[in-house]
Structures are given as structure tokens and as C-alpha cells.
């Protein structure tokens, strides 16, 4: 029985340290996305320009806001802390003066945003008195409501999600009940919001804890976008209670993030960002063939296909491949690495062989292995990617052409599931390092590769051949062919028309850059 316990501690405690590890990784991504200004000022002249269709009560004020990362004494280490100012109908001076707190907080799985109000403190950003005031405050001094905490999760790779919880109540002062006055002024607040890189997205709602009924809500979420970036904290300068600023809270570069699963490393390569591998077969089993002096090898993913289950449209395996050419005793030897990574996080590795010219197999084998654990720290192939890179969709043929002709990194994955004349159901991508333009700047010819030493158990080593042509309308034409690599001997061959939209709809075809 005791035995029994000490697993079943031993398994929370396990759960707890991946629970934990997972958050904290949540709130530096936080960090990194919120500093900055954001405005609405796209809703207000919308409004303003629709005056005669939007209902008075449906139109927006202007409203701005800023999030300056902030430390304070008076605050947990532990916390990452921002001063929040809030303005209004274009005013100069904030109407709200706020300290957001985030914190882990591994019961409701969430991170935790604790609002702290800042009244009577003046202007922090131009007055060194009521900076001073703020940095020597106690944790008495700030008020914060706990009831009407908000709860953060991640839904993508850099979009949360926040609410407040059930708690949240407050006595509105002028409503009435006539049952009861003390329960029809209490009446439950309820917050959303959605932050992503770009923008902030709120709304909220006011509702008389009685019976439920609407007092007043926000009917049309505010969508106060981006406008400015803030990388650096706000500084106090030296006070009586001088702190140096935290090394892990005062540098909020996230740095390379390693992915855990397919489902992750599939979500990175199809939105644009640069993945790089790392293998150690030394630990992995051998299933066939014969070891070999390169074992160790990295790289980044470039040309890559995903494929999915065909009725419940889940992630299966992802597939990439390297080729590289070396010097030996007996001349130039090719090496292909075929790297195959499954939903269950095992992994198998191809390392071949090939003498030129005629692509003899001089030796091939293949290696079973398992994705790294970050938090078991075992594992034999690791993913790497980073998040804080900024990476923008093409959703444009000029805006293509003008960023490949300044040089920019320009990525792209094609769903061929939407695509018309498509015989595979795969999602395909890489990284553009070679392009033409053609017709009078009508059209862009894109190519991309890959080498297999296996297809369709054909017996010699195989080329994946695939050539875009866009075209300033948008539609795609795509040609594939899969070839002897040696002879260019065309195995099979299929044609395919595909699109990558246009400003407000996406298409098959999905463009980014950095």
C-alpha cells in the first residue's frame, strides 16, 4: 500500500512539473506579445464613415491603450508586471492607470492576471515624483478586486485567449430590485479577450446576478490594433528601494523554442517559420542495414510534407529530407537523410549511401528514434524554432515580387486537399531559393525538390520534382513529377490548379516572410 502512494505522489508530482513547465513557456510567449500601443482607430472612422447604418448605441468611442513592462518592488518576484494606461475620445491624459500581474497558476492551468488599480499617483511617464511614489508603494497600498482575476491560455502559437471567472461581482450603484434592493444592485461582470501579435480583441458585459437579465454590454468586441511596439521597461531611476532589474523578466527575447510534438513542428513549418533539426543516432535502434561514422547531423527542415488522416483530418507523419555531397577515397559519395516523424512522437531515421554516377546503394540504414522530451530530457531528435521572429503573410502577387526582389526569406506550404486536379491529399512546403519572373512580370516560376531512396517501391533512388507558377490573378498552376534522380526519368506525373487568395480570404497556397 505504501509502495502504491509513493507512485501514485510520484505521478502527480510528475504532472505537475509538465504543467508547470508548460505555463511557464505560456507566459514568457505573454511577455513578448503584449508590450506595445494599440488603437482602435480603424472601428472609430468606420463608424464615423457609416454613421447613417451603425445604431448609436453599436458605435465605438476612440480609445487607445499602452502596455509598458514594468517592475516593482512591492511585487512578487515571480510575476511579470506591466503598467497600463487607457485613454479616451483622443485625450492626452489617461482616464485609467492600472498595473497588470500575470503569475502561474497550476490549479486552474491558466496564467493569472491580477489588475491592480493606480488612483491619485499623477503622471507617472512625466513626473519623477509619482514615479518614486509607484516604486516605493507597499503591496497594502495596491488594490486589486481578486475576485475579477483573468485567466490566460494559449490556443496557437502566439493567440491567447483571457476571461474572468464566476467570482466576479460588484454592486452597481441606481439598480433596483423590487424584491430585494441588495441583490438587484450586485451584478456579474464578464471580460473576454483575445490577444495575438497584432492586436488585442474586448469585450464585456454587465448582468444582474438575480435573474441573469442584461444591464449593459458591449455588443460589438473593441479590436484595438497594434500600432507601436515597446521593447524596454519603464525605468525609475535610483529611489531609497533601488532594484536591479531582473534578468529572466528585463530580457523578454524568448529565444529558441523547442517543439514537442507533430502536431507543434507541423503548425511552425505551415506558418512560415524557420525549423531546425538536430539527431544523435548513437541511442536509436538500428532496424536494418549497417551502422556507420555519421551519426551525428542537423539542419534545417527546408522542402517538407505533412500528411493527414483522411476522414478524421488529423496530423499522421511528417516527411523532409537532406542531401548532401562529400569527398571520399574513391571519389564523390551522396548522402540522403530521410527523416519521418509520426503523431506518437517516434521517429525514423534514413541514412544512405549513394556511389555517382549511377546511384549504387553502397550502404543504407535505418533508425528508430524518439522525439526529445524537454521535460524528461531524453530523446533522440530535437526540433528548434523562434516564435519571437516576426513572420507575415503574402497575401498579394505584387507584394511577392517586390519582397522576392529586395531579398527577403520568403516561405510557403501548399494544402493540396483544396487544390482542383490534386491526387494527393498531402500538405507540401519549403523555404523559396529560386525563382523567375516571367511574362512582363505577370508570372513568378518557383521550384522546390526532394530526394527519396524510396517511392512506390521503385528500386533506384527517386527525385520529387515540383514547379509553381504564379500568376498576378492569383491561380497557381502546379506541376509534379517524380523522376529517376540520376536519369530524370519520369515516373508519374500530375497537373494541379490551385490559388493563394487574396487580402481577406486565403487560399490553397499560403506565403509569409521575414
Known amino acids: 500500500m505504501a509502495e502504491f502512494k509513493r ?3 510520484f505521478i502527480f508530482l510528475l504532472i505537475t512539473r509538465v504543467a508547470l513547465a508548460s505555463l511557464r513557456r505560456d507566459l514568457r510567449i505573454l511577455a513578448r506579445i503584449l508590450p506595445g500601443e494599440y488603437s482602435n482607430l480603424k472601428q472609430y472612422h468606420n463608424d464615423a464613415y457609416l454613421s447613417n447604418a451603425v445604431p448609436t448605441r453599436e458605435r465605438h468611442i476612440f480609445f487607445w491603450s499602452r502596455y509598458t513592462p514594468i517592475q516593482l518592488p512591492s511585487l512578487d518576484e515571480d510575476t511579470t508586471n506591466f503598467y497600463v494606461e487607457h485613454f479616451m475620445d483622443k485625450s492626452i491624459k489617461p ?12 490549479v486552474q492551468n491558466s496564467v493569472r492576471m491580477e489588475v491592480y488599480k493606480l488612483e491619485g499617483i499623477g503622471d507617472i511617464r512625466n513626473s519623477r515624483a509619482a514615479r518614486f511614489q509607484l516604486h516605493n508603494m507597499t503591496s497594502a497600498e495596491l488594490y486589486s478586486n481578486r475576485e475579477c482575476d483573468m485567466f490566460w491560455r494559449r490556443l496557437g502559437m502566439r493567440t491567447f485567449a483571457a476571461a474572468t471567472g464566476p467570482q466576479c461581482v460588484a454592486n452597481m450603484k441606481g439598480e433596483k430590485d423590487n424584491v430585494l434592493n441588495l441583490v438587484g444592485r450586485q451584478v456579474r461582470i464578464l471580460v473576454s479577450i483575445v490577444l495575438t501579435p497584432t492586436y488585442i480583441n474586448a469585450q464585456e458585459g454587465w ?3 438575480s435573474d441573469g437579465s442584461k444591464i449593459t454590454a458591449i455588443g460589438v468586441p473593441y479590436k484595438l ?9 519603464l525605468r525609475f531611476g535610483r529611489s531609497r528601494k533601488f532594484q536591479k532589474d531582473s534578468p529572466k523578466l528585463a530580457n523578454l527575447y524568448i529565444g529558441p523554442w523547442e517543439l514537442r510534438d507533430l502536431v507543434s513542428l507541423a503548425g511552425a513549418l505551415m506558418s512560415g517559420h524557420s525549423v531546425r533539426y538536430t539527431v544523435n543516432l548513437t541511442n536509436c535502434f538500428l532496424v536494418s542495414g549497417t551502422t556507420m561514422d555519421r551519426l551525428s547531423f542537423g539542419d534545417y527542415v527546408d522542402t517538407f510534407e ?9 496530423i499522421t507523419r ?7 555531397l562529400i569527398h571520399s577515397e574513391t571519389g564523390f559519395v551522396s548522402i540522403i537523410k530521410e527523416v519521418v516523424v509520426y503523431s506518437n512522437s517516434s521517429v525514423y531515421v534514413t ?3 549513394l556511389q555517382p554516377p549511377q546511384s549504387h546503394i553502397r550502404k543504407q540504414g535505418k533508425w528508430f528514434c524518439q522525439l526529445y522530451d524537454v521535460i524528461q530530457r531524453d530523446g533522440n531528435l530535437k526540433f528548434i524554432t523562434e516564435p519571437h521572429k516576426d513572420v507575415i503573410p503574402i497575401k498579394r502577387f505584387t507584394s511577392l515580387l517586390s519582397l522576392l526582389r529586395k531579398g527577403r526569406l520568403v516561405r510557403m506550404s501548399v494544402d493540396y486537399t483544396t487544390c482542383a486536379g490534386a491526387r494527393t491529399k498531402a500538405i ?21 525538390s526532394r530526394r527519396l531512396t524510396y517511392f512506390r517501391n521503385y528500386p533506384r533512388y527517386v527525385l520529387n520534382f515540383v514547379t509553381f507558377i504564379f500568376n498576378n490573378d492569383g491561380q497557381v498552376f502546379v506541376k509534379a513529377t517524380t523522376m529517376d534522380a540520376s536519369t530524370y526519368t519520369p515516373y508519374t506525373a500530375s497537373k494541379m490548379y490551385c490559388n493563394f487568395g487574396d487580402a481577406d480570404q486565403a487560399g490553397s497556397v499560403k506565403l509569409f516572410y521575414q
Not at 519549403?430 to 521550384?447: N, P
Open 306 to 314: 505533412i500528411f493527414q488522416d483522411g476522414k478524421k483530418k488529423e
Open 351 to 353: 541514412v544512405t549511401y
Open 318 to 324: 511528417l516527411e523532409f529530407s537532406h542531401h548532401k
Open 7 to 9: 507512485i501514485i505522489c
Open 207 to 209: 448582468y444582474r446576478v
Open 95 to 106: 482616464s485609467q492607470q492600472k498595473i497588470y500581474s500575470f503569475l502561474l497558476d497550476p
Open 428 to 448: 507540401s512546403g519549403g523555404e523559396i531559393t529560386d525563382y523567375d519572373v516571367m511574362e512582363s512580370e505577370k508570372m513568378i516560376e518557383v521550384s522546390m
Open 225 to 233: 490594433m497594434k500600432i507601436k511596439k515597446i521593447k524596454q521597461k
